[in-house]
């Protein structure tokens, strides 16, 4: 869509593919948001990688809890009856299945547990933090910018620095590996360029729909009576995908829970196109 916007603008101006022209100062704009939602994902990462799935999965679910604060305290924004029970609905839903209890885990080595490092913690509570002001931060630039243009950028900006922070990476990765065995070294770099061209396939396609569900969700901010505590909370529901495919296909255990819980998120769901309507 950029490239038709530029060189061709006649062809794509009046559709949903032309990409307007966007300043300097939005194009700063579009940086930070790049920025913001990457550092939200790798506080996000690290805080799974090392608390407990039974820590991470109920704090996550708090995130349209604090960007509705946000909401009613920086936008002004006012839910009537129908939207505050769609959201406690919805949002309590999500929340209740975010608990599961875990069997105990027993270390190996005798090794004694030790309390997990608060620094992971913080790293939790920025990424719900940043996550939240994400939301926000989406509010005001729809009220400024089309949102094609924000998304293509945004988009395009994300891509260059995760490539620059791979490039990066990579780097660091074979200079240590100089100073280990010529064998392992190279058995290293066959694993793991074999694991990446294993996961391009499903990372296209994870690309692909995230790429739509940005783009509906821009579109739905652009609306100038649409409240983010309303699209934020309806974005959330998209957990029920998640909850299907995993009683579905996967067979995870307590499956009433889950679906009590879908249900709960569905109800949600119409109490807030109700209140919206």
């Given at each position: 869509?950029l490239?038709?916007?530029r060189?061709?603008?006649?062809?794509?101006?009046d559709?949903?593919?032309?990409?307007?022209k966007?300043?300097?100062?939005?194009?700063?704009?579009?940086?930070?948001?790049?920025?913001?939602v990457?550092?939200?994902?790798?506080?996000?990462?690290?805080s799974l990688?090392?608390l407990p799935?039974?820590?991470?999965?109920?704090?996550?679910a708090t995130?349209?809890?604090?960007?509705l604060?946000?909401?009613?305290?920086?936008?002004g924004?006012?839910l009537?009856?129908?939207?505050?029970l769609?959201?406690?609905?919805?949002?309590?839903?999500?929340?209740?299945?975010?608990?599961?209890?875990?069997?105990?885990i027993?270390?190996?080595?005798?090794?004694?547990?030790?309390?997990?490092?608060?620094?992971y913690?913080?790293?939790?509570?920025?990424?719900?933090?940043?996550?939240?002001?994400?939301?926000l931060?989406?509010?005001?630039?729809?009220?400024?910018?089309?949102?094609n243009a924000?998304?293509?950028?945004y988009?395009?900006?994300?891509?260059?620095?995760?490539?620059?922070?791979?490039?990066?990476?990579r780097s660091?990765?074979?200079?240590?590996?100089?100073?280990?065995?010529p064998?392992?070294?190279?058995?290293?770099?066959?694993?793991?360029?074999?694991a990446?061209?294993?996961?391009?396939?499903?990372?296209?396609?994870i690309?692909?729909?995230?790429?739509?569900s940005?783009?509906?969700?821009?579109?739905?901010?652009?609306?100038?009576?649409?409240?983010?505590?309303?699209?934020?909370?309806?974005r959330?529901?998209?957990a029920?995908?998640g909850?299907?495919?995993?009683?579905?296909?996967?067979?995870?255990?307590e499956?009433?829970?889950?679906?009590?819980?879908?249900?709960?998120?569905?109800?949600?769901?119409t109490?807030?196109?109700?209140?919206?309507c």
């Amino acid at each position: 869509p950029l490239l038709l916007s530029r060189l061709s603008p006649e062809w794509v101006r009046d559709s949903q593919l032309y990409v307007p022209k966007v300043d300097l100062r939005g194009h700063g704009l579009i940086l930070l948001k790049s920025c913001i939602v990457l550092s939200s994902w790798v506080f996000a990462y690290i805080s799974l990688q090392h608390l407990p799935l039974s820590v991470v999965s109920p704090m996550q679910a708090t995130r349209p809890m604090w960007t509705l604060v946000g909401a009613m305290l920086i936008f002004g924004e006012r839910l009537n009856g129908w939207q505050w029970l769609g959201v406690v609905l919805a949002m309590g839903s999500v929340f209740a299945v975010s608990f599961k209890k875990h069997p105990n885990i027993h270390l190996h080595n005798n090794v004694k547990a030790q309390i997990i490092d608060n620094r992971y913690y913080i790293c939790l509570a920025l990424a719900i933090l940043i996550g939240s002001c994400s939301g926000l931060y989406d509010k005001y630039m729809m009220r400024n910018y089309d949102h094609n243009a924000v998304q293509v950028y945004y988009t395009l900006y994300q891509a260059i620095i995760m490539v620059v922070y791979w490039l990066a990476t990579r780097s660091l990765h074979q200079a240590g590996s100089v100073h280990s065995t010529p064998t392992s070294s190279a058995l290293s770099i066959q694993t793991g360029e074999r694991a990446t061209r294993m996961s391009l396939l499903p990372i296209a396609f994870i690309s692909i729909f995230l790429v739509i569900s940005d783009n509906v969700y821009m579109l739905a901010l652009q609306d100038p009576d649409s409240l983010i505590a309303v699209v934020s909370t309806i974005r959330r529901g998209g957990a029920v995908i998640g909850f299907a495919y995993g009683l579905l296909f996967l067979h995870e255990p307590e499956p009433k829970k889950k679906i009590i819980c879908m249900v709960g998120i569905m109800l949600g769901l119409t109490c807030l196109a109700l209140g919206s309507c």
